[in-house]
């Protein structure tokens, strides 16, 4: 089985500064790892995929994450964000079961 | 290339009453998922098919819950009875592969639906 922990379920964030939305998951096997982006009233959009390879993914939007095999991370990161870039963020992992768990979501809000 | 489409958008209900939702997927694509989300979790699936069979049900209270994809393009999720805590966003999802690689899910905006 696996599991996806989401260790902050709000980042409030000022425009133009940094942000890091967290991201640990557990699998006994190999695993793909995404990001998705859910703004208000709308389905998920893919952000990024971790497949196999570079160990640092970017995505649409100038946001990148990063897989850290040995502490189970895949935190997502943008230098700079946008008050669009308000919205949750939901982190989901795919194992040999072929199906997508997710996590509880981040919402993070770019304030003026 | 058009997304994948969902109706209705939002739906209320009162409880033991039934409902469906309606979804039609990328074209082409052979796999479709449906999703429950309730308000502060993460999408959780309830049913796969790829193409008009069903892959994994395990999460699909069967004894309210069926769904079908005839001619393996649209689906259908129907609840009867419906209960409160079903109130959720049902979100459908289609890909081009049955999931073998890692492809990517296409989601749709989602049918909210309200219990009462």
């Known amino acids: 089985a696996q599991s996806v922990t989401q260790l902050d379920s709000q980042v409030p964030v000022f425009e133009e500064a940094p942000v890091e939305l967290r991201c640990n998951y557990s699998s006994s096997v190999s695993v793909y790892l995404f990001w998705y982006v859910q703004y208000p009233n709308q389905g998920l959009q893919l952000l990024l995929k971790?497949?196999?390879?570079?160990?640092l993914v970017k995505g649409i939007n100038g946001f990148e994450a990063e897989f850290n095999k040995s502490q189970t991370s895949f935190h997502l990161r943008k230098p700079s964000v946008h008050i669009s870039d308000t919205a949750e963020y939901f982190c989901?992992?795919?194992?040999?079961?072929?199906?997508?768990?997710f996590g509880s979501g981040t919402q993070l809000t770019v304030l003026p | 290339e058009a997304g994948v489409a969902q109706s209705p958008r939002y739906k209320i209900i009162e409880k033991r009453q039934s409902v469906a939702f309606w979804c039609n997927p990328i074209s082409g694509h052979a796999t479709l998922y449906w999703y429950q989300q309730i308000l502060g979790q993460g999408p959780k699936l309830l049913i796969q098919?790829?193409?008009?069979?069903?892959?994994?049900d395990s999460q699909l209270p069967k004894d309210r819950f069926s769904a079908e994809r005839l001619k393996g393009v649209d689906s259908t999720l129907k609840i009867q009875p419906a209960k409160l805590e079903d109130s959720a966003v049902y979100l459908c999802a289609s890909s081009s592969s049955r999931g073998g690689g890692p492809n990517e899910q296409f989601f749709g905006p989602g049918t909210r639906l309200t219990v009462l």
């Open positions: 098919f790829q193409n008009n069979g069903v892959v994994d």
């Open positions: 971790y497949l196999s390879g570079s160990t």
């Open positions: 989901a992992v795919r194992g040999s079961a072929r199906q997508l768990t």
